[in-house]
Protein backbone atom coordinates (compact mmCIF):
# COMPACT_ATOMS: atom_id res chain seq x y z
CA UNK A 1 0.00 0.00 0.00
CA UNK A 2 1.27 3.42 -1.50
CA UNK A 3 1.21 6.16 1.56
CA UNK A 4 0.16 9.76 0.83
CA UNK A 5 1.27 12.76 2.02
CA UNK A 6 -1.04 15.80 1.04
CA UNK A 7 0.18 19.61 0.92
CA UNK A 8 -2.64 22.76 1.90
CA UNK A 9 -2.55 26.38 0.46
CA UNK A 10 -1.03 28.76 2.47
CA UNK A 11 -2.23 30.27 5.08
CA UNK A 12 -4.07 26.94 6.62
CA UNK A 13 -2.72 24.09 8.43
CA UNK A 14 -2.97 20.70 8.05
CA UNK A 15 -2.35 17.46 9.73
CA UNK A 16 -1.18 14.25 7.36
CA UNK A 17 -2.33 11.68 9.94
CA UNK A 18 -5.93 13.19 9.96
CA UNK A 19 -8.62 11.92 7.91
CA UNK A 20 -10.08 15.34 7.61
CA UNK A 21 -7.08 17.71 7.78
CA UNK A 22 -8.02 20.22 10.67
CA UNK A 23 -7.98 24.20 9.09
CA UNK A 24 -6.95 27.11 11.39
CA UNK A 25 -6.39 30.60 10.74
CA UNK A 26 -3.11 32.44 11.52
CA UNK A 27 -1.69 32.43 14.97
CA UNK A 28 -3.01 35.62 16.83
CA UNK A 29 -0.63 38.18 17.14
CA UNK A 30 1.25 38.76 20.62
CA UNK A 31 -0.11 39.97 23.60
CA UNK A 32 -1.22 43.39 23.48
CA UNK A 33 -1.61 43.72 19.99
CA UNK A 34 -4.86 43.92 17.92
CA UNK A 35 -5.50 40.82 15.63
CA UNK A 36 -7.95 41.98 13.22
CA UNK A 37 -11.43 40.56 12.19
CA UNK A 38 -10.99 37.13 10.52
CA UNK A 39 -14.61 37.38 8.93
CA UNK A 40 -16.29 38.37 5.83
CA UNK A 41 -13.79 36.81 3.52
CA UNK A 42 -13.88 34.10 1.09
CA UNK A 43 -11.29 31.63 1.34
CA UNK A 44 -9.78 29.56 -1.57
CA UNK A 45 -8.17 26.57 -0.68
CA UNK A 46 -6.22 23.72 -3.03
CA UNK A 47 -5.83 19.99 -1.14
CA UNK A 48 -2.48 18.38 -3.64
CA UNK A 49 -2.03 14.55 -2.63
CA UNK A 50 0.42 12.61 -3.90
CA UNK A 51 1.66 9.05 -3.36
CA UNK A 52 5.13 7.27 -2.97
CA UNK A 53 4.08 4.38 -5.58
CA UNK A 54 6.19 4.44 -9.07
CA UNK A 55 4.96 5.51 -11.01
CA UNK A 56 3.83 8.49 -8.84
CA UNK A 57 0.43 9.86 -8.68
CA UNK A 58 -1.58 12.87 -7.12
CA UNK A 59 -5.11 14.40 -7.59
CA UNK A 60 -5.81 18.18 -6.66
CA UNK A 61 -9.41 19.32 -4.99
CA UNK A 62 -10.27 22.98 -5.11
CA UNK A 63 -12.95 24.81 -3.08
CA UNK A 64 -14.07 27.67 -0.86
CA UNK A 65 -14.50 28.59 2.31
CA UNK A 66 -16.75 31.38 3.31
CA UNK A 67 -16.17 33.04 6.99
CA UNK A 68 -19.41 34.90 7.79
CA UNK A 69 -18.98 38.53 9.64
CA UNK A 70 -19.90 38.02 13.13
CA UNK A 71 -17.99 40.45 14.66
CA UNK A 72 -18.57 44.31 14.00
CA UNK A 73 -15.89 46.23 12.83
CA UNK A 74 -16.46 48.45 15.71
CA UNK A 75 -18.27 48.69 19.05
CA UNK A 76 -19.85 51.62 20.46
CA UNK A 77 -21.39 51.64 24.44
CA UNK A 78 -22.65 54.02 26.30
CA UNK A 79 -22.07 53.83 30.18
CA UNK A 80 -24.04 53.29 33.27
CA UNK A 81 -24.58 55.24 36.39
CA UNK A 82 -27.47 56.27 39.45
CA UNK A 83 -28.13 59.62 40.49
CA UNK A 84 -30.48 61.04 42.95
CA UNK A 85 -33.76 63.01 41.73
CA UNK A 86 -33.13 66.99 41.00
CA UNK A 87 -29.21 66.43 40.47
CA UNK A 88 -26.93 66.29 37.38
CA UNK A 89 -24.80 63.55 35.87
CA UNK A 90 -23.39 61.97 32.67
CA UNK A 91 -22.36 58.79 31.33
CA UNK A 92 -19.46 58.24 29.15
CA UNK A 93 -19.67 57.50 25.29
CA UNK A 94 -17.09 54.81 24.44
CA UNK A 95 -15.41 53.25 21.00
CA UNK A 96 -13.86 50.06 20.47
CA UNK A 97 -12.99 49.86 16.97
CA UNK A 98 -10.05 47.77 14.71
CA UNK A 99 -10.63 50.60 11.60
CA UNK A 100 -10.08 54.03 10.80
CA UNK A 101 -13.24 55.98 11.02
CA UNK A 102 -13.81 58.98 9.39
CA UNK A 103 -17.61 60.22 11.17
CA UNK A 104 -20.07 58.85 13.62
CA UNK A 105 -23.64 58.74 13.90
CA UNK A 106 -26.21 57.16 16.19
CA UNK A 107 -29.57 58.12 17.69
CA UNK A 108 -29.82 58.15 21.52
CA UNK A 109 -33.23 57.38 22.93
CA UNK A 110 -33.79 58.02 26.48
CA UNK A 111 -37.08 59.43 28.63
CA UNK A 112 -37.73 62.99 28.83
CA UNK A 113 -40.25 62.49 31.36
CA UNK A 114 -37.17 61.97 33.72
CA UNK A 115 -34.27 62.98 31.98
CA UNK A 116 -34.12 66.84 30.82
CA UNK A 117 -30.88 69.24 29.88
CA UNK A 118 -28.89 66.49 27.58
CA UNK A 119 -25.50 67.97 26.90
CA UNK A 120 -23.08 66.03 25.01
CA UNK A 121 -19.36 67.21 25.70
CA UNK A 122 -15.83 65.88 23.77
CA UNK A 123 -13.45 64.05 25.70
CA UNK A 124 -11.05 62.57 23.58
CA UNK A 125 -8.45 65.02 21.93
CA UNK A 126 -9.25 63.63 18.41
CA UNK A 127 -12.91 64.77 18.42
CA UNK A 128 -13.03 67.81 17.37
CA UNK A 129 -17.01 68.72 16.81
CA UNK A 130 -19.96 66.45 18.74
CA UNK A 131 -23.17 67.81 18.29
CA UNK A 132 -26.44 66.56 20.04
CA UNK A 133 -29.72 67.40 17.94
CA UNK A 134 -33.31 66.24 19.02
CA UNK A 135 -35.39 64.56 16.71
CA UNK A 136 -38.43 64.73 18.14
CA UNK A 137 -39.67 63.02 22.11
CA UNK A 138 -37.05 60.92 23.48
CA UNK A 139 -34.86 60.92 20.56
CA UNK A 140 -31.97 62.95 19.81
CA UNK A 141 -28.96 62.76 16.89
CA UNK A 142 -25.50 61.99 17.37
CA UNK A 143 -22.73 63.22 15.52
CA UNK A 144 -18.97 63.24 16.01
CA UNK A 145 -16.44 64.19 13.95
CA UNK A 146 -12.36 63.86 14.09
CA UNK A 147 -10.07 66.47 13.82
CA UNK A 148 -8.36 67.16 10.65
CA UNK A 149 -5.91 64.38 9.86
CA UNK A 150 -7.43 62.57 12.90
CA UNK A 151 -9.65 59.13 12.84
CA UNK A 152 -11.35 57.25 15.29
CA UNK A 153 -9.19 54.23 15.98
CA UNK A 154 -9.07 51.79 19.48
CA UNK A 155 -10.19 51.96 22.55
CA UNK A 156 -11.22 55.49 23.94
CA UNK A 157 -14.05 57.51 25.67
CA UNK A 158 -14.79 59.75 23.00
CA UNK A 159 -17.87 62.25 24.96
CA UNK A 160 -19.87 61.95 27.62
CA UNK A 161 -23.61 62.74 27.52
CA UNK A 162 -24.73 64.65 30.19
CA UNK A 163 -28.37 65.35 31.67
CA UNK A 164 -30.51 66.39 34.62
CA UNK A 165 -32.76 64.32 36.54
CA UNK A 166 -36.23 65.77 37.37
CA UNK A 167 -36.94 66.53 41.03
CA UNK A 168 -40.12 65.23 41.01
CA UNK A 169 -41.08 61.14 41.04
CA UNK A 170 -40.30 57.50 42.01
CA UNK A 171 -37.07 55.84 42.05
CA UNK A 172 -36.45 54.07 38.10
CA UNK A 173 -34.23 52.15 36.05
CA UNK A 174 -33.98 54.12 33.00
CA UNK A 175 -32.53 52.79 29.74
CA UNK A 176 -30.53 54.92 27.39
CA UNK A 177 -30.98 53.31 23.88
CA UNK A 178 -28.62 53.06 21.36
CA UNK A 179 -30.24 53.04 17.53
CA UNK A 180 -29.49 53.61 13.74
CA UNK A 181 -25.61 53.47 13.62
CA UNK A 182 -24.01 54.56 11.15
CA UNK A 183 -19.78 55.60 10.50
CA UNK A 184 -17.44 55.62 7.24
CA UNK A 185 -14.06 54.49 7.16
CA UNK A 186 -11.03 56.62 6.68
CA UNK A 187 -11.62 55.91 2.46
CA UNK A 188 -15.31 57.11 2.67
CA UNK A 189 -16.97 53.98 2.58
CA UNK A 190 -20.09 52.96 4.92
CA UNK A 191 -19.03 50.75 8.17
CA UNK A 192 -21.77 48.23 7.42
CA UNK A 193 -21.32 45.52 10.10
CA UNK A 194 -21.48 47.82 13.71
CA UNK A 195 -22.31 46.92 17.49
CA UNK A 196 -23.88 49.11 20.15
CA UNK A 197 -24.39 48.49 23.75
CA UNK A 198 -27.01 50.30 25.76
CA UNK A 199 -26.69 52.66 28.73
CA UNK A 200 -28.50 53.03 31.72
CA UNK A 201 -29.52 55.72 34.51
CA UNK A 202 -30.74 54.15 38.13
CA UNK A 203 -32.55 57.30 39.53
CA UNK A 204 -33.10 57.38 43.02
CA UNK A 205 -36.21 58.96 44.70
CA UNK A 206 -37.06 58.22 48.20
CA UNK A 207 -37.32 54.54 47.46
CA UNK A 208 -34.63 52.17 47.58
CA UNK A 209 -33.84 49.89 44.71
CA UNK A 210 -32.25 46.84 43.84
CA UNK A 211 -30.51 45.50 40.93
CA UNK A 212 -30.05 41.78 40.38
CA UNK A 213 -26.24 40.52 38.63
CA UNK A 214 -25.65 37.13 37.09
CA UNK A 215 -22.01 37.77 37.60
CA UNK A 216 -21.30 36.82 41.25
CA UNK A 217 -24.01 34.92 41.65
CA UNK A 218 -24.25 31.02 42.68
CA UNK A 219 -26.39 28.38 43.15
CA UNK A 220 -26.61 29.47 46.89
CA UNK A 221 -25.84 33.08 47.11
CA UNK A 222 -27.07 36.05 45.04
CA UNK A 223 -25.85 39.11 43.66
CA UNK A 224 -27.43 42.45 44.50
CA UNK A 225 -26.86 46.24 44.13
CA UNK A 226 -28.86 48.35 46.76
CA UNK A 227 -29.54 52.22 45.73
CA UNK A 228 -30.98 54.58 48.21
CA UNK A 229 -30.18 57.40 50.40
CA UNK A 230 -26.27 57.51 52.68
CA UNK A 231 -27.55 57.89 56.48
CA UNK A 232 -30.59 55.75 55.80
CA UNK A 233 -31.52 51.91 56.52
CA UNK A 234 -33.20 49.40 54.60
CA UNK A 235 -34.07 45.92 54.96
CA UNK A 236 -33.29 43.44 52.02
CA UNK A 237 -36.50 41.20 51.97
CA UNK A 238 -37.15 37.75 49.84
CA UNK A 239 -40.07 36.31 48.71
CA UNK A 240 -41.25 33.34 46.99
CA UNK A 241 -44.56 35.47 46.06
CA UNK A 242 -46.81 32.44 46.87
CA UNK A 243 -50.36 32.75 47.58
CA UNK A 244 -49.81 34.78 50.59
CA UNK A 245 -46.51 36.74 49.34
CA UNK A 246 -44.89 36.06 52.90
CA UNK A 247 -41.77 38.70 52.81
CA UNK A 248 -38.36 37.18 55.20
CA UNK A 249 -35.99 39.71 56.06
CA UNK A 250 -32.94 39.24 55.22
CA UNK A 251 -30.45 41.70 56.41
CA UNK A 252 -30.45 45.05 57.48
CA UNK A 253 -28.02 47.63 56.29
CA UNK A 254 -27.41 51.48 56.61
CA UNK A 255 -25.88 52.93 53.65
CA UNK A 256 -22.44 54.62 53.71
CA UNK A 257 -23.05 55.29 49.97
CA UNK A 258 -25.27 56.11 47.28
CA UNK A 259 -24.97 52.11 46.48
CA UNK A 260 -23.97 49.01 48.27
CA UNK A 261 -22.90 45.60 46.65
CA UNK A 262 -24.44 42.64 48.41
CA UNK A 263 -24.61 38.86 48.64
CA UNK A 264 -27.48 37.41 49.81
CA UNK A 265 -28.63 33.85 50.48
CA UNK A 266 -30.39 32.60 47.31
CA UNK A 267 -31.96 29.36 47.08
CA UNK A 268 -32.80 26.94 43.97
CA UNK A 269 -36.00 28.31 41.97
CA UNK A 270 -37.50 31.39 41.65
CA UNK A 271 -37.15 33.90 44.40
CA UNK A 272 -37.39 37.87 44.55
CA UNK A 273 -36.07 40.10 46.25
CA UNK A 274 -36.57 43.50 47.66
CA UNK A 275 -35.61 46.55 49.74
CA UNK A 276 -37.48 48.36 52.37
CA UNK A 277 -36.54 51.70 54.68
CA UNK A 278 -36.63 50.24 57.78
CA UNK A 279 -37.22 53.29 60.02
CA UNK A 280 -33.71 53.78 61.35
CA UNK A 281 -31.26 56.42 60.22
CA UNK A 282 -33.97 58.64 58.13
CA UNK A 283 -37.35 58.11 60.07
CA UNK A 284 -39.98 55.44 60.99
CA UNK A 285 -41.52 54.01 58.07
CA UNK A 286 -45.43 53.65 58.28
CA UNK A 287 -46.92 50.16 58.78
CA UNK A 288 -49.16 48.95 56.10
CA UNK A 289 -51.75 46.46 55.27
CA UNK A 290 -51.81 44.82 51.86
CA UNK A 291 -54.30 42.64 49.93
CA UNK A 292 -52.56 39.89 48.11
CA UNK A 293 -55.75 38.69 45.94
CA UNK A 294 -59.25 38.75 46.41
CA UNK A 295 -60.17 36.51 49.15
CA UNK A 296 -57.20 35.85 50.99
CA UNK A 297 -55.80 36.84 54.32
CA UNK A 298 -54.28 40.35 54.86
CA UNK A 299 -50.98 40.71 55.30
CA UNK A 300 -49.54 43.16 57.17
CA UNK A 301 -46.03 44.78 56.83
CA UNK A 302 -44.45 46.71 60.29
CA UNK A 303 -41.06 46.42 62.40
CA UNK A 304 -40.75 43.30 64.05
CA UNK A 305 -40.97 43.90 68.14
CA UNK A 306 -43.52 46.60 67.30
CA UNK A 307 -47.52 45.84 68.15
CA UNK A 308 -49.94 46.91 65.93
CA UNK A 309 -53.83 47.26 66.25
CA UNK A 310 -55.89 46.29 62.93
CA UNK A 311 -59.23 47.90 62.83
CA UNK A 312 -62.72 47.82 61.20
CA UNK A 313 -64.72 49.93 59.70
CA UNK A 314 -68.08 49.06 57.56
CA UNK A 315 -67.80 52.60 55.77
CA UNK A 316 -65.48 54.70 54.58
CA UNK A 317 -65.69 59.17 55.38
CA UNK A 318 -67.95 60.64 57.48
CA UNK A 319 -69.69 58.91 60.35
CA UNK A 320 -67.27 55.58 60.10
CA UNK A 321 -66.64 54.26 63.26
CA UNK A 322 -63.11 52.13 63.53
CA UNK A 323 -63.33 49.27 66.03
CA UNK A 324 -60.02 47.22 67.06
CA UNK A 325 -60.50 43.65 66.32
CA UNK A 326 -57.32 42.45 66.22
CA UNK A 327 -53.74 43.10 67.88
CA UNK A 328 -50.40 41.69 66.03
CA UNK A 329 -47.17 42.02 67.73
CA UNK A 330 -44.64 41.40 65.26
CA UNK A 331 -42.30 38.70 65.39
CA UNK A 332 -40.62 39.89 61.48
CA UNK A 333 -40.74 42.38 59.56
CA UNK A 334 -43.88 40.71 57.05
CA UNK A 335 -46.90 38.54 58.78
CA UNK A 336 -50.00 37.15 57.68
CA UNK A 337 -53.21 37.98 59.62
CA UNK A 338 -55.63 34.94 60.84
CA UNK A 339 -57.95 33.40 58.75
CA UNK A 340 -60.83 35.39 60.27
CA UNK A 341 -59.52 38.88 59.13
CA UNK A 342 -60.41 37.75 55.05
CA UNK A 343 -60.28 40.72 51.74
CA UNK A 344 -63.28 38.99 50.78
CA UNK A 345 -65.73 40.73 54.08
CA UNK A 346 -67.45 44.05 53.15
CA UNK A 347 -65.89 46.25 54.97
CA UNK A 348 -62.79 48.82 55.30
CA UNK A 349 -59.08 47.69 57.49
CA UNK A 350 -56.62 49.81 58.83
CA UNK A 351 -53.61 49.68 60.66
CA UNK A 352 -52.59 51.75 63.72
CA UNK A 353 -49.46 52.30 64.51
CA UNK A 354 -48.75 52.65 68.84
Known amino acids: MATCPFNRSPGASAQAHRRVPPLKPPPASSAGVRVPPQGGTTNALRLIVRDNGSPALSATQSWSVIV ?104 LILPLLVKDVEARRSDGSLVNNTAAEDGRVILVGEEPLLEAHRAGSTAGTKHLTLYGRPGRSYEIQSSALNALAIWTMLDEVELAAPSMELFVPGPVGSIFYRAAQSGTGGGASQARLEITRPGTALVLHGHAGVSYTVEFSSKLGTGAQWQPVLTVPMTNTVQALPDQIRTNATGFYRVREP
Do not use: C, H, W
Request: glycine residues 8%; hydrophobic residues 40%; without cysteine.
Open 68 to 171: RDTLGDFRLSLGRTNVFRGETSSVPLRLSSGIELSDLRFTIEAPIVSLTNFTLTPVAAEVSSATLTPEGTNRSRVTLTPAPDEVFLGDSELARLGFTALPAGPS
